[in-house]
Each structure stands twice: as structure tokens, then as C-alpha cells.
């Protein structure tokens, strides 16, 4: 038996975005805290002697970045709470389609593939020069280049009147 839905599409509730919030938090604390410390380990007792200290500065940068979208991602998806200590509404909902979140989201997990292709070959570490060139292509899109190629109004012709 074919159901097909017509109309419109239910609507997610508060208690469901604010649940779906959370999981989508801890999903990605999970996901960074298990990639630094699987990538400090496996450096550390298979590739200490080329751990040098400009590594290990590009490994700070990228965890501090990672860190940064995390604390991002969980200071958005928290919920409003009542003085009681309730959540009574979202602040933003984390896995809408196009939200900011999205970029953080895509900031961690670039790090986790930065940590495992580094472990393959250190010359890798170049590919973090793609976040600020990505950074300032989507600005370029959504600010920077609407603004500067935006056509200038016309100028309404004024009509004087004589009295």
C-alpha cells in the first residue's frame, strides 16, 4: 500500500528541537574530544620525532578552532530555561537547513579529517589554508560582493512645483 503525504509537513515542536539540540551537541564533543585525543596518542607512540614544535603549533591552531565551533555550536543550541530551572523555548534550532551552525559543524569535522591525513603524511597540514580562503569566498558571496557590484538606485526625477 503506497501512502503518499500530501499537504504540509508536520511542524517539529520545542521539546523536539531542543531534544534533537542536545544530541547534535554532544555528538559533536564526542567527536572532538575523541579526535584530539586519538590523534594525540597515535603521535605520540608512532610519530614523535617528527613532532616538531611547528606541528605541534599547527595542532594547537586547528584544536583551538575545533574547540572554538564546538563552544559555538553549544552556545546556540542551548535552551531558554525557566526560574525553575525548565527549558520553555530553543534559542536556535542546530540542524535547520542553511543555518550558521552548519559552518561550525563543517569547521570540526575538517579537523578530524586534518588530524587523520596528517597522520599520513605531515605536508597535509596545508589544507588548513582552505578554511580563511573558504571563509572569504562566503563572505564575498553573501556581504562583500552584493554590496560593491550592487547597481546604484535611479534617482527619481523631482517635480517642482510653482506656486
Same mark, same amino acid.
Given at each position: 500500500?503506497?501512502?503518499?503525504?500530501?499537504?504540509?509537513?508536520?511542524?517539529?515542536?520545542?521539546?523536539?528541537?531542543?531534544?534533537?539540540?542536545?544530541?547534535?551537541?554532544?555528538?559533536?564533543?564526542?567527536?572532538?574530544?575523541?579526535?584530539?585525543?586519538?590523534?594525540?596518542?597515535?603521535?605520540?607512540?608512532?610519530?614523535?620525532? =617528527?613532532?616538531?614544535?611547528?606541528?605541534?603549533?599547527?595542532?594547537?591552531?586547528?584544536?583551538?578552532? =575545533?574547540?572554538?565551533?564546538?563552544?559555538?555550536?553549544?552556545?546556540? &543550541?542551548?535552551?531558554?530555561?525557566?526560574?525553575?530551572?525548565?527549558?520553555?523555548?530553543?534559542?536556535?534550532?542546530?540542524?535547520?537547513?542553511?543555518?550558521?551552525?552548519?559552518?561550525?559543524?563543517?569547521?570540526?569535522?575538517?579537523?578530524?579529517?586534518?588530524?587523520?591525513? =596528517?597522520?599520513? =603524511?605531515?605536508?597535509?597540514?596545508?589544507?588548513?589554508?582552505?578554511?580563511?580562503?573558504?571563509?572569504?569566498?562566503?563572505?564575498?558571496?553573501?556581504?562583500? &560582493?552584493?554590496?560593491?557590484?550592487?547597481?546604484?538606485?535611479?534617482?527619481?526625477?523631482?517635480?517642482?512645483?510653482?506656486?
Amino acid at each position: 500500500m503506497n501512502k503518499s503525504t500530501k499537504g504540509k509537513q508536520g511542524t517539529r515542536g520545542t521539546k523536539q528541537i531542543i531534544e534533537e539540540n542536545r544530541q547534535t551537541v554532544d555528538f559533536y564533543f564526542k567527536v572532538f574530544l575523541i579526535s584530539n585525543i586519538t590523534y594525540g596518542i597515535l603521535r605520540y607512540l608512532l610519530f614523535w620525532d =617528527s613532532f616538531t614544535a611547528k606541528f605541534i603549533a599547527l595542532y594547537l591552531i586547528t584544536a583551538l578552532v =575545533s574547540f572554538i565551533a564546538y563552544y559555538f555550536i553549544s552556545y546556540v &543550541g542551548n535552551p531558554i530555561l525557566d526560574e525553575k530551572g525548565f527549558a520553555v523555548d530553543y534559542t536556535s534550532d542546530l540542524n535547520m537547513p542553511g543555518h550558521v551552525s552548519e559552518y561550525a559543524k563543517d569547521v570540526i569535522l575538517f579537523s578530524v579529517i586534518q588530524y587523520i591525513l =596528517s597522520l599520513i =603524511s605531515n605536508y597535509f597540514w596545508l589544507a588548513l589554508i582552505t578554511i580563511p580562503v573558504y571563509v572569504f569566498i562566503k563572505i564575498w558571496q553573501n556581504f562583500l &560582493g552584493p554590496w560593491f557590484f550592487e547597481p546604484a538606485p535611479e534617482e527619481q526625477p523631482q517635480d517642482f512645483y510653482l506656486l
